[in-house]
T-cell receptor, first 112, second 113 residues
Framework: QQQVKQSPQSLIVQKGGISIINCAYE??????FPWYQQFPGKGPALLIA?????SEKKEGRFTISFNKSAKQFSLHIMDSQPGDSATYFC???????????FGEGTQLTVNP | DAGITQSPRHKVTETGTPVTLRCHQT?????MYWYRQDPGHGLRLIHY???????DKGEVSDGYSVSRSKTEDFLLTLESATSSQTSVYFC????????????FGSGTRLTVV
């Protein structure tokens, strides 16, 4: 079963707009939530991550918002650029565990 | 990606033949993982290793086996390839358990005809 649900499957945004990707999880033992970015022909690369003791984390134009009670977290990309066009994966893990569970992925297209 | 290489990058094979994919790392990381990527399914864990000769199953392990005889190498074997195993396979490494900061290889695109 899919323990991390991601939406939308695809997203088209105009340059300068805000891209928002949402994820929901089931396992309350998850305590580390990274986001990965993948360009065509490449492996995923870690973009930003959050732990549930904070509700928001920002790195440049990328922000994770975290809602522990709702078991949801989201990635916001401000001032989206064509170079942000990629597939984005949310993920979750227990720091006492040994493996990541990934969402289904979101293909983001930023039009110039 | 630096520190982790996958081979081959592309392979076409026939149904019923055995196939072995290789992941090689130079980071001396303890944990190594094999994922498959399929549209609509994201990345799904096949097998992982937490040390030499120490491996465990992931969520989609049926039809796959792995071996790790050296820290730097993690092999994924499809004993008898089927069309449902057509996919892009990614290897990842991690220095310790619970670290979500995986480093991924560039992937192997496998087509089973």
């Amino acid at each position: 079963q899919q323990q991390v649900k991601q939406s939308p499957q695809s997203l088209i945004v105009q340059k300068g707009g805000i891209s928002i990707i949402n994820c929901a999880y089931e396992n309350t033992a998850f305590d580390y939530f990274p986001w990965y970015q993948q360009f065509p022909g490449k492996g995923p690369a870690l973009l930003i991550a959050i732990r549930p003791d904070v509700s928001e984390k920002k790195e440049g134009r990328f922000t994770i918002s975290f809602n522990k009670s709702a078991k949801q977290f989201s990635l916001h990309i401000m001032d989206s650029q064509p170079g942000d066009s990629a597939t984005y994966f949310c993920a979750a893990t227990e720091t006492s565990g040994s493996r990541l569970t990934f969402g289904e992925g979101t293909q983001l297209t930023v039009n110039p | 990606d630096a520190g982790i290489t996958q081979s081959p990058r592309h392979k076409v094979t026939e149904t019923g033949t055995p196939v072995t994919l290789r992941c090689h790392q130079t980071e001396n990381h303890r944990y190594m993982y094999w994922y498959r990527q399929d549209p609509g399914h994201g990345l799904r864990l096949i097998h992982y290793s937490y040390g030499v000769k120490d491996t465990d199953k992931g969520e989609v392990s049926d039809g796959y086996s792995v071996s790790r005889s050296k820290t730097e190498d993690f092999l994924l074997t499809l004993e008898s390839a089927t069309s449902s195993q057509t996919s892009v396979y990614f290897c990842a490494i991690s220095p310790d358990r619970g670290s979500g900061g995986y480093t991924f290889g560039s992937g192997t695109r496998l087509t089973v005809v």
